[in-house]
């Protein structure tokens, strides 16, 4: 009886270092730099164009004549993302071709809407975060109504390793986590979630702060978003405050980074 249970323990350890090589095998594809140029729907050059491959995390930015330079595996997808402008999505080297990209954005039409007089900054975060929030309409309404907020994200759950190995030991195979683990497809939710909750974070301030308010303080128009996102990195506690709703918490410390930004933008253009 014991023989047999080791015998099938050892069985199953051998099905589970067979699937560790397997899965291993997803990262041995020879990566290649994958060149291009991004212009506007009136043959533009476009600037400060946010290119990021959602298989790998990898993340740049065109410079001032269009071109960029990115790193890529094949059938990767690549993600072009401008403020104002719709994104657009390309997969490349397929079929072991590597042309020079021709992406071509066009512009969101806007709504200019009602023009609002603003008024001069005191100095104190707390006021100034009431002065330069932009009105919820949508917000407002649902707390006039009452509607309830929706709990967490209704998502798919990606695969984990362990919940998928350890059964298989156990002579329990979930057939569908191993082919999720297998082909990617868990990694890469994993990862279009994060970037998912990050342009969604991103949006969350821009939709609420003027954007005069970063312009004054020294941020090019062209680089709210990216300084948004720089502070989410240089101070998590940004982050933190946006998850919880907490607008002048945000400003608070979005303030702290505002010299950092402005000054790595300078150097950069040394």
């Known amino acids: 009886m014991?023989?047999?249970f080791r015998n099938r323990v050892m069985t199953n350890w051998k099905k589970g270092i067979i699937f560790l090589m397997m899965l291993c095998s997803n990262f041995l594809f020879s990566q290649q730099t994958v060149t291009g140029r991004i212009i506007d729907d009136n043959g533009e050059s476009l600037s400060a164009v946010t290119i990021v491959n959602?298989?790998?995390?990898?993340?740049?930015?065109?410079?001032?004549?269009?071109?960029?330079?990115?790193?890529?595996?094949p059938s990767d997808e690549?993600?072009?993302?401008?403020?104002?402008?719709?994104?657009?999505s390309r997969r490349v080297l397929t079929d072991g071709i590597n042309p020079q990209l021709l992406i071509t954005?066009?512009?969101?039409?806007?709504?200019?809407g009602e023009v609002k007089i603003v008024k001069k900054l005191s100095g104190d975060?707390?006021?100034?975060?009431?002065?330069?929030?932009?009105?919820?309409?949508?917000?407002?309404?649902?707390?006039?109504?009452?509607?309830?907020?929706?709990?967490?994200?209704?998502?798919?759950?990606?695969?984990?390793?362990?919940?998928?190995?350890?059964?298989?030991?156990?002579?329990?195979?979930?057939?569908?986590?191993v082919y999720d683990l297998i082909s990617?497809?868990?990694?890469?939710?994993?990862?279009?979630?994060?970037?998912?909750?990050?342009?969604?974070?991103?949006?969350?301030?821009?939709?609420?702060v003027e954007d005069d308010y970063f312009v004054k303080a020294g941020i090019p128009a062209d680089k709210i978003s990216e300084f948004i996102e720089?502070?989410?990195?240089?101070?998590?506690?940004?982050?933190?405050?946006?998850?919880?709703?907490?607008?002048?918490?945000?400003?608070?410390?979005?303030?702290e980074v505002i010299p950092v930004f402005i000054e790595r933008l300078n150097n950069s253009h040394r």
Do not use: C
């Open 2 to 4: 014991d023989y047999n």
């Open 54 to 73: 959602m298989s790998t995390d990898k993340k740049t930015y065109s410079n001032s004549q269009g071109i960029f330079s990115i790193d890529a595996n």
């Open 78 to 88: 690549l993600r072009f993302v401008k403020e104002d402008f719709k994104r657009v």
């Open 105 to 112: 954005l066009f512009q969101i039409p806007k709504d200019v």
């Open 125 to 177: 975060l707390e006021q100034d975060s009431r002065i330069v929030a932009k009105v919820d309409r949508g917000e407002q309404v649902k707390q006039a109504v009452g509607l309830p907020e929706p709990v967490g994200k209704m998502r798919e759950k990606p695969a984990e390793v362990k919940s998928v190995l350890l059964p298989i030991l156990l002579g329990n195979l979930n057939v569908q986590g």
């Open 184 to 208: 990617g497809k868990a990694r890469k939710q994993k990862r279009q979630y994060r970037y998912d909750d990050l342009q969604e974070h991103i949006a969350w301030v821009r939709s609420r």
């Open 230 to 255: 720089f502070s989410f990195l240089a101070k998590p506690q940004v982050r933190t405050y946006v998850k919880a709703r907490n607008l002048s918490g945000v400003m608070l410390r979005m303030e």
